[in-house]
Structures are given as C-alpha cells and as structure tokens.
C-alpha cells in the first residue's frame, strides 16, 4: 500500500502519540501516567504506566477522563479585576501586566501600613508539583510575610508514625503483593488511592492472603474484605490497644523482637492489662468476637502488612491513634518479615534538596506561622490565631480553595467577605475562593508545564514534563511568582529567575539522579531504601534506634512540629503515655446524638472534578448515609432533605438510607461545593479547626451534630 492510500493514513491517524508524565493531584498514589497526544494542545485518553512497578497500569478513572477537565470550557482564560462588590461575579478582563502590578502594588501598600506579616501567601497541594507547588515558599521567605503552617492533611498522620518509627518510611508498598494478611485501617483505598488495592488483590489471587478493611462505614473497599470492620469514628486506639492485649496474653508478642527494637515492652504489657477485647467493644462498638478474630489472624500471621492511612488521623485524638495503630507491628515483630509490617508513607525516603526552590537558605524563623487550617480565626481577627501579630490585609492563594475545604467555612467566608481584605487567587476555574477575590489569574495544567513529583504511598521521584501547550492566558505558578518577585525588588535573591526546567536539573543532580534530559528518558526513578532500612532492621529512627510505645509527644522534633512562635497544639497536656483510647473527640451528647464523618467521595479529589461532568454525573448530589433505624427514628425515608446541624451552622442534604452506615454515624461523602447545598453552605460548616494534639491538624470525620427532617 502507498504512503497517500487513504486507508494507511487512516491508520497512521490513530496511532496516537504517547506522552509520559505523573498524576499531579493530592493522592498518594502519585501514579504514573501514559496520556494519548491528539494535537499540539489537545490530549485524549489518560491511562496508568504498565511498566511502573507501582502504578502497574491502573489508574482512577477521573483521572483517565483527564481531557474533560484539560479541555473544560469554564476553564479561566484571562486575568480578571474584581469591578463589583465583592464576591458579585462582576470582573474586568486585564493584562497580564495590569494584573500583576496592581497584586504588588497591594502588597506594598499592605506591608507600609501593618509591616510584612499582614501579607499572608496561602498555598497547597492542588498541584503536588515541587517547583510549581512550592516556589511561592521562596516569595513568603524573601519577603518574610507570614509563615504558612501545613495543617489540614498530614500532619496528624505524620506526627502519630514519626513518634513511634522516629521515621517516614517503611515496608515497601509493592511488597503487600507478598504478604498474608493486608490490613487496610482508615484508608478508602478503592477510592482514595486505587494501587493499595492493586497489590492487595494479587496478594489473595496469588498467596491466599486475607484482606482486613477497618473504617467507620462501609466503602467500596470494605466490599473486597474478608473482615469487615465498621467501628465508631475516633476510637481505633481502643481497636489497637485489645488486639495487643491479645498478643501478650496469647503468646503472639515476639519477645525477642520486642526486647531487641523496643522501649519499653513490659511497660506496655502491664498498661495493656485492662484493655480486653470487652473493653474496646464498649468503646468501638465492635463485637468482642470480632475484635478476638482480627486480633488473632494478625498474630498468627507473621506477614500482616497494615496499610495506614489518613482518614482514621482526622479525630482529635488522631496522632495518638496512628500511634496505636502502628505499635501492632512492634508487639507482634511484623517488621521482620517481607510482606509485614507497617505503612503510612514514604514521605521520608526522597531527600530532594528544596533549599533553592522554597528559598530556606534566608528563612527567618522568627517570623510568625499561621495555622492553614484556622484561617476563618486567622481572617476573623482571632487574636490567638494570630499569634499576636498585625491582621491579615492581602493574601496570595495558589493551588487550594479554602473557601470550600478549610473547616468553620462560616468564619473562613466572613473572612474573604472583609472590605479591607485583598486576595489574589491564581486558578484553573473560578472556584468559590477566586469568587470572592479581588484579582483572579488563569493558571496551567499538570500537562502544560514541567514539574518533578514525588510519591507518597510509593517510592518514585517521577518526571511531569510539559506535554501540551496551554491555551493563550493561563501560565504556570512559577510565572506569577518569578512576576512578583520583579515588581517586590527581591528578584536577584537566590532562586529566583530560573525556569522550572532548571530548578529540576538543579534537584535532580544535588540527588545524583542526572538532569531532567537523562531523566526524560527514564521517566522515573525507584528510590525505595533497601529491605533492612525499609524493616527497620538496622534500628528505628530514634537515637536509641528503638520503637517508641512511650513516645516523647511534647518532646521530639519532627518535620511535622510547628515552627517555635506556635509552639504545641491542641490539648497536648492529655496524650497517653502508653497507647490508649483518650476521650478527646466531640463525644456524641443528647443535642448532638449523631456523629458524622466527611468521607471521600470516589469520582471528586478534594474540591477537584466537582466541575467535570463525568464525576458530577456520577456522584449525583450531596447526600447523607444514614442507617435505616435511625432514618426511622427521625422519620426520614431516601431522597429526603435531611438537615444536619451543631453548634458551628446547619446544613442540608438529600437522605440516603442505607445499611453501609452504622447506627449513630452519619457520613457525607465528599467535599462539595457549597453552592451545590441549599443555601450555598456546604459541609464544612460543621467541621472544627481546633487543633489536633501534639502537633496541630484538621479533625474532619471528628464533628458531633443533631439531624432533623429538613423543613
Ligand atoms: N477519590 C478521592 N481520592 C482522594 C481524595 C478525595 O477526596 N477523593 N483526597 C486525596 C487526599 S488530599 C488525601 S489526603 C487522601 C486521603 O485518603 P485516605 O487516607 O483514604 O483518608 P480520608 O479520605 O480522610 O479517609 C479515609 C477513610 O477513613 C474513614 N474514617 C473516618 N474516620 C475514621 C475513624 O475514626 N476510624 C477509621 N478506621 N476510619 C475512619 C473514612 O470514612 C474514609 O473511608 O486521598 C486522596 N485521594
Ligand atoms: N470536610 C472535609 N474537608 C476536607 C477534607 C475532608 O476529608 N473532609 N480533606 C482535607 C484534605 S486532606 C485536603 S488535602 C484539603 C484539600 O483541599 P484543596 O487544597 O482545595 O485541594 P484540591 O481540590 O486538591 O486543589 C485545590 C485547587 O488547586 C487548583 N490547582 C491545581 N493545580 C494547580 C496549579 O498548577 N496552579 C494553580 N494555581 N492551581 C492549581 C485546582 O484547580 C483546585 O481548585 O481538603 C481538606 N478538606
Ligand atoms: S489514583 Fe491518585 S495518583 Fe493515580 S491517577 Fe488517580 S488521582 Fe492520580
Ligand atoms: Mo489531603
């Protein structure tokens, strides 16, 4: 056949051009992407690396329907001035230029009148992305606005495992393929982070292995579990204490382990004395055979891999119950074997310098931190949240929509409401943050500019090169900060006026893994350390190398330890010595007899595609899961709306009555916008930002409330 025959060019048509990249999104599975080039700016269909080890070829498929979100037609195209009362939805396109100078005029003005403080740059991890997520770090330190202290994720999490491994690290992932017994405890990983259950599955296909699922409802994960266990919200301590109990009392404990790796065992069995399965059933409100099965499948089986994630942390007393959690794996020496032990992440294993890109070489850490996740207190005035500094007057917000995430949504919108606030938003849609700001600038996508990434829940730094070119108007994090920089006078301080492509050759080679050239080829690179690190086999991160089951909670220092003008959180003072069930949670009382949690919704990410129509389509509307004898009870039947409310503000939402909810739990899957609610609130009204002992953090599944057929 000839070149010109049409059926050849037919052919030659679909074969698409492949690009590789990584997923940029907040999820711990940071997956490693095949995405389907139809054009110079136009992508096709997303799918999972199949030579990613990790990745293994599986994706989510909101992220394999990438190009409704990439191509959206409500995406922003132009830099917009705010021309009517705020939050009215009036706005003047501008230029670039006119843009960014009036955002640095603002800043000026701001700081002459309340000093640098009073400037406060608010950033997450819409974008995961080391040089486009965190460049803004570099503009706060040379400028010493105010500090920004990362509250509302990890660091519950990350706090409760550093305490006891005294590192963020362990088992690698992909050996849950060769364990036993997979235990999966406050991670939806069907929806959250689809690889755990990759390898969860070959596991029980290849080996056999029994598949535990732990959570406060039952989600598409606890469908694939041999044992399902639905407790009450906060007290997985009280779940992990009894099964340890069972250890020593059945001779599961690994004494020789447990003498060799550990601080003080006996201790701890004597404290485990009284904390029977009887005991923690009063407290779950599991049954005491329950609790004795899974308490005796994973002392049986050496390889228990627990898979620990964060959903579980975001309960007032979460660190001190991811701290719980993990001991299991010390009690019954799990660490030891391939295919055991414990994992929460591998935030630790990837040692990329960020000195040049965050600009820490002139971090001045006697400027004060704000907590991100009370920035309602912090824009209400909250002089405690303020740490006694001048009032925040001018914000820049890049990749996160605290206007719909961040808890007391009632004080964080008064707060953006304020006339005497100016905030610069930098976004791909006009999210219910950029609608209340005073500058909107149209921001690119993962596909349309060069980042490195990281993982999480795996152990891959991963290349995210420019793959597409973006639509005229939007441009990349890098610019606007590089664009202030200029117009702030601080562009010749170190780090500023690379491209992103320099700051990555720059972190590539400081981590000997080549420029990003060499690393174009390879796309990604393994970093796992080996299996005696990875066990802890050569000792724990402590300096006594020893597992901590008396950790030091006031004492230690950890990544995750708020800078010294914060100094410790939350009721800190009522952390157990020994691991424990501690009553700090909002106790269910008789105003507020429900307890409700704020699950993930599968098809959104955050407050991600809740603007593309394939995940709206398949998510419906907001709803509450509510168990059919209390739906009787307050005399609701499915499709109802059903009011929920507490001291915080009220909320509506349409009855789903099912048996997937426990009696006295009520879950709202999702964080949807709030203008998907009546009365444009949504479910973060109920949420508190008190913080989570020792360290601080967001306790979103943690919230008491009343329930009443909606009027
Ligand atoms: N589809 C989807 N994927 C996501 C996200 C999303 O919103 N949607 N969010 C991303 C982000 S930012 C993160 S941090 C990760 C988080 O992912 P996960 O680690 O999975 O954490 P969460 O989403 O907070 O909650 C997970 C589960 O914990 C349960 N849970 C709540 N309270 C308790 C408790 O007291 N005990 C126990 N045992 N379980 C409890 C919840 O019901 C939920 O099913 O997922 C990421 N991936
Ligand atoms: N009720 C309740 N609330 C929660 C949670 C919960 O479980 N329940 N989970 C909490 C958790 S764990 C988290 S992490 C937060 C996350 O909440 P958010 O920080 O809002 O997270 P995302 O939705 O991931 O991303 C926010 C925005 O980043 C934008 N973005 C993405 N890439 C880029 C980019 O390259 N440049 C710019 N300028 N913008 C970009 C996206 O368009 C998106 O609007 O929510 C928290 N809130
Ligand atoms: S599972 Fe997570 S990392 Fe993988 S594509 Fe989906 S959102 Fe991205
Ligand atoms: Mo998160």
Redesign the pocket.
């Known amino acids: 056949m000839n070149e010109a025959s049409p059926i050849l060019s037919a052919k030659q048509a679909s074969e698409v051009r492949i690009g590789h990249t990584a997923c940029p999104?907040?999820?711990?599975?940071t997956c490693a992407l095949d995405v389907e080039l139809l054009g110079p700016g136009r992508i096709g269909r997303v799918r999972g690396a199949p030579d990613n080890s990790y990745t293994a070829g599986v994706i989510?498929a909101?992220v394999a329907r990438y190009s409704e979100r990439v191509h959206h037609p409500d995406r922003l195209m132009k830099p917009l001035i705010r021309s009517g009362a705020r939050g009215d939805g009036q706005w003047k396109e501008a230029s670039w230029e006119a843009a960014l100078d009036l955002v640095a005029e603002k800043f000026v003005a701001a700081e002459q009148k309340y000093g640098a403080e009073t400037v406060w740059p608010y950033q997450y991890?819409g974008t995961m992305g080391l040089v486009q997520r965190d460049s803004i770090h570099r503009l706060r330190h040379a400028k010493r606005y105010s500090g920004f202290f990362g509250t509302i994720?990890?660091n519950a999490?990350w706090t409760g495992v550093a305490m006891g491994t005294g590192a963020l690290r362990g088992p690698d992932p992909r050996e849950m393929a060769k364990s036993d017994c997979v235990v999966i405890?406050?991670?939806?990983?069907v929806?959250?982070?689809v690889n755990v259950m990759t390898h969860a599955i070959r596991a029980r296909k290849e080996r056999g292995a029994k598949i535990v699922v732990?959570?406060?409802?039952e989600?598409p994960?606890m469908k694939q579990a041999d044992l399902a266990?639905v407790?009450?919200?906060?007290?997985?301590g009280a779940?992990a204490c009894a099964v340890m109990h069972v250890a020593f009392r059945d001779g599961y404990a690994d004494w020789p382990y447990l003498e060799k790796y550990t601080d003080d065992p006996r201790g701890l069995e004597a404290h485990l004395k009284t904390r029977t399965p009887e005991w923690a059933a009063a407290i779950t409100g599991l049954s005491v055979e329950d609790i004795e099965a899974f308490a005796a499948l994973v002392g049986r089986t050496r390889r228990s891999y627990f898979r620990l994630?964060?959903?579980?942390?975001?309960?007032r007393n979460?660190t001190a119950?991811m701290h719980a959690a993990l001991s299991v794996a010390s009690v019954t020496g799990a660490w030891q074997y391939e295919g055991g032990g414990a994992f929460h992440t591998n935030g630790g294993i990837f040692n990329i310098d960020k000195v040049l890109v965050e600009g820490l070489g002139y971090e001045d850490k006697t400027v004060r931190s704000l907590d991100q996740s009370q920035v309602g207190r912090v824009l209400t005035g909250d002089a405690a949240a303020l740490y006694g500094g001048p009032p925040v007057t001018a914000m820049l917000i890049q990749n996160t929509n605290p206007v719909n995430i961040a808890p007391e949504q009632r004080l964080v919108k008064q707060g953006f409401l304020r006339d005497d606030l100016f905030t610069c938003v930098h976004e791909q849609f006009m999210t219910e943050t950029a609608e209340l700001a005073d500058v909107v600038l149209p921001a690119t996508m993962f596909l349309e500019h060069d980042d490195i990434y990281r993982g999480g829940g795996n152990q891959h730094i991963l290349l995210g090169p420019k793959l597409i070119d973006p639509p005229e108007g939007p441009r990349e994090n890098l610019y606007v900060i590089e664009e202030l920089a200029k117009r702030l006078g601080i562009a010749d301080r170190e780090g500023f006026g690379l491209t992103a492509r320099q700051h990555i050759d720059r972190m590539l080679e400081l981590r000997g893994l080549g420029n990003f050239e060499t690393f174009a080829e390879q796309r990604w690179a393994d970093v796992q350390p080996d299996f005696e690190t990875s066990h802890f086999l050569n000792g724990f991160g402590h300096p006594d190398g020893k597992y901590r089951f008396k950790p030091d909670w006031r004492g230690q220092r950890t990544a995750t330890r708020p800078p010294e003008t914060m100094g410790l959180q939350g009721p800190y003072d009522r952390l157990p010595e020994f691991p424990d069930h501690v009553e700090l949670i909002e106790a269910a009382d008789e105003g507020h007899p429900f307890r409700l949690?704020?699950?993930?919704?599968?098809?959104?990410?955050?407050s991600?595609?809740t603007e593309t129509p394939g995940s709206r389509k398949r998510e419906g509307r907001p709803e509450l899961m509510i168990h059919p004898e209390d739906a009787e009870a307050a005399g609701l039947v499915s499709g109802d709306r059903v009011e929920i409310g507490n001291g915080r503000g009220e909320v509506v939402l349409h009855a789903k009555v099912t048996r997937e909810s426990k009696r006295g739990t009520v879950?709202a899957e999702?964080?949807w916008p709030n203008k998907a609610h009546e009365r444009g609130e949504g479910i973060n009204v109920l949420t508190g930002a008190d913080a989570i002992a020792p360290f601080g953090g967001a306790a979103?599944?943690?919230t008491r409330v009343w329930m009443r057929k909606a009027g």
Do not use: E
Not at 25 to 29: E, G, L
Not at 185 to 189: L, M, P, S, V
Not at 214 to 217: G, N, R, S, T
């Open positions: 999104h907040d999820c711990p599975s989510c909101k991890a994720c990890v999490a405890w406050g991670t939806n990983a929806s959250t982070q732990i959570d406060v409802y989600t994960t266990l407790l009450k919200p906060g007290t997985d779940l994630g964060y959903g579980f942390t975001r309960s979460g119950n949690a704020t699950s993930p919704a599968r098809q959104f990410l955050n991600t595609f879950i999702g964080i979103f599944h943690d």
